[in-house]
Nanobody, 128 residues
Framework: QVQLVESGGGLVQAGGSLRLSCAASGRTFSRYAMGWFRQAPGKEREFVAAINWSGGSTSAPDSVKGRFAISRDNAKNTVYLQMNSLKPEDTAVYYC?????????????????????WGQGTQVTVSS
């Protein structure tokens, strides 16, 4: 079992920054991949960023590449999402997820079905 708790969401003006955190407990954190997804009102959940078990490999879609960065601190059992140059279209509930099947190598899972544990989400609102 893995428990995930997100924090760091809030209201920010366009162009601003936020850093989301996701604290994990349960299974050994350093042995699985982590990802961030988001869901805006009326839209499907979409992939935002992911990182492999060691932190040596990451992935992000073009919509956030260059603005968002994912990182992890395995000593603190925490994954982060640094979000810069925020836009109103980044407004969504942000979820972190754990992909416990991905425990070695450089592969970074990016699909929802590859993740088996999810947090409750944290709201990010970007005003124009």
């Amino acid at each position: 079992q893995v428990q995930l708790v997100e924090s760091g969401g809030g209201l920010v003006q366009a162009g601003g920054s936020l850093r989301l955190s996701c604290a994990a407990s349960g299974r050994t954190f350093s042995r699985y991949a982590m990802g961030w997804f988001r869901q805006a009102p009326g839209k499907e959940r979409e992939f935002v960023a992911a990182i492999n078990w060691s932190g040596g490999s990451t992935s992000a879609p073009d919509s956030v590449k260059g603005r968002f960065a994912i990182s992890r601190d395995n000593a603190k059992n925490t994954v982060y999402l640094q979000m810069n140059s925020l836009k109103p279209e980044d407004t969504a509930v942000y979820y972190c997820a754990a992909g416990t099947s991905y425990t070695s190598g450089y592969y970074v899972p990016i699909a929802e079905y590859e993740y088996d544990y999810w947090g409750q989400g944290t709201q990010v609102t970007v005003s124009s």
